[in-house]
Every structure is written in structure tokens, then in C-alpha cells.
């Protein structure tokens, strides 16, 4: 069903063509820690992206942050000093509620203010809370409540679906 390498050459396809469509130049790649960075260092070698791979921790943008804490491997995110008027390629593993999209969104403007911005997730799926969605997806998947999809890795890069015990 979820096989890595179909998802990973299906995304690369649908970013490629991306690329061309909306004219992205000299695009920088950011990758959300940790499986998005995973994802990315997949796409960020098969797109041949010349300038280095940009990583983003989001911990301090959550909007959860005041209920679940201070994450203890919080480490700092990676972007040029510059992000004014470059076209970005945000790559995540699982687009869910797009929530983690508008916290990365919110950082990244912090640095500046892009071009453009693409998303490229690995897995797409139900749940959807804001207004957000990926321009570009490896597959696109419903789960059954109480069920979670997670990215192992880095290597091999693995798709666990998971599902969630209720306490009584």
C-alpha cells in the first residue's frame, strides 16, 4: 500500500512539474525536523537543488506550546540569513491538520519574506483543521479514528500506522 520508494519517485514527479509550472528559480529546499528533513534530503539530492538544504525546528512555533511544554530536542533550525524574494520548496513527511505547515510558514517569515513558497509532503491525510494543503504529495490517505501514520528513519525511511490505545 504505502511503499517508500513509489511515494518518494511519485513526490519527486509532482514537484519536478511543479518546478516548471510555477517558473520556481534557483528554489531552496527546507526540510520541517525530523521527517521532513528526511524526506527532503531524499528530494533535495534526486532535484539536484544547488544551494544547501535549509532545516527548520518548529518547536517554539507550535500553537500548542503552552499546553505540551518545552520539546527537550528542541535544536536550532538551519536557514540562510536570507529568504526576501526566493522561492522556497517546504517538504514535510505527513501533512495532517496543517498546523505544523503554519508554524514552519511563521518561522520562515520570520527570516524574510518569500517569493513563493511550495509544499511537498510525503503522505497526505484526513484531518485537515486550516486552511492549508500541499501543492505536491507522494499519496494521499484516510485512517481510521484513533489511528496515526508515523516516518521511521532515517535509514530505512519506514511507514508505521499506528493506532492510538483510549485510556478508560
Known amino acids: 500500500m504505502l511503499e517508500i520508494p513509489r511515494l518518494l519517485n511519485q513526490l519527486e514527479a509532482e514537484l519536478k512539474q511543479t518546478i516548471i509550472d510555477r517558473r520556481l528559480s534557483n528554489p531552496l529546499m527546507i526540510g520541517i525536523r525530523t ?3 528526511w524526506v527532503a534530503e531524499q528530494m533535495y539530492q534526486r532535484l539536484h537543488i544547488s544551494d544547501p538544504l535549509g532545516l527548520l525546528d518548529i518547536s517554539f512555533y507550535r500553537d500548542d506550546f503552552s499546553q505540551i511544554g518545552v520539546n527537550p530536542n528542541v535544536r536550532p533550525s538551519q536557514l540562510p540569513a536570507r529568504v526576501d ?5 517546504l517538504i514535510d513527511d505527513v501533512f495532517y491538520t496543517g498546523r505544523t505547515i ?8 520570520d527570516y524574510g519574506r518569500p517569493n513563493q513558497v511550495v509544499l511537498g509532503v510525503l503522505i497526505e491525510r484526513d484531518g485537515r483543521q486550516i486552511p492549508l494543503s500541499p501543492d505536491c504529495v507522494g499519496a494521499s490517505i484516510t485512517l481510521n479514528v484513533g489511528q496515526r501514520i508515523k516516518l521511521t528513519g532515517p535509514d530505512p525511511l519506514a511507514i508505521e500506522i499506528q493506532t492510538l490505545t483510549v485510556a478508560a
Not at 102 to 109: G, P, S, T, Y
Request: charge should be neutral.
Open 35 to 37: 521527517g521532513g528533513v
Open 85 to 89: 524574494g526566493r522561492d522556497i520548496i
Open 102 to 109: 503554519r508554524a514552519a510558514l511563521n518561522e520562515i517569515f
